[in-house]
């Protein structure tokens, strides 16, 4: 299999800068694998997991939120956060999840608070999720 070359940024850090067989990550518009020789593409990353294939070596990690550059020369990926499962602080995480269900029920669709809680939550679980 062909490898390319994979940047994943973060306002705080350098994530990720190596070749890989394969990328997998969550737009907005669902999930989009990303192979060597991959046709340019652009598109919003939303709150989800990141799969990273490097030979038999698979990896996750949450990421939130940001964009996807797919070019001839290397995918880069700019995004909000990313996290390794060994990164992840499962009781914070249970913590912001406990605080956006709450939020969830004192706002309605259509409020600020509301969409702005539904991501605190969405986060929260894909958090969970890689720590199991």
């Known amino acids: 299999m062909s490898t390319f070359r994979l940047k994943i940024v973060t306002p705080e850090k350098l994530f990720w800068d190596g070749d890989v067989d394969l990328v997998v990550v ?28 490097t030979g038999k070596e698979k990896k996750e990690a949450s990421i939130s939120r940001g964009m996807i550059l797919v070019s001839q020369d290397c995918t880069t990926i700019v995004a909000a956060n990313a996290e390794w499962p060994d990164e992840i602080d499962v009781e914070r995480a249970m913590s912001s999840k406990q605080k956006a269900e709450q939020q969830l029920q004192q706002y309605k669709p259509g409020d600020k608070e509301f969409y702005a809680a539904t991501a605190h939550l969405k986060k929260a679980m894909v958090r969970m999720s890689l720590k199991k």
């Open 26 to 53: 969550h737009t907005i518009e669902g999930d989009i694998g990303i192979k060597a020789n991959h046709v340019n593409y652009i598109s919003t990353l939303d709150i989800g997991k990141i799969k990273i294939q």
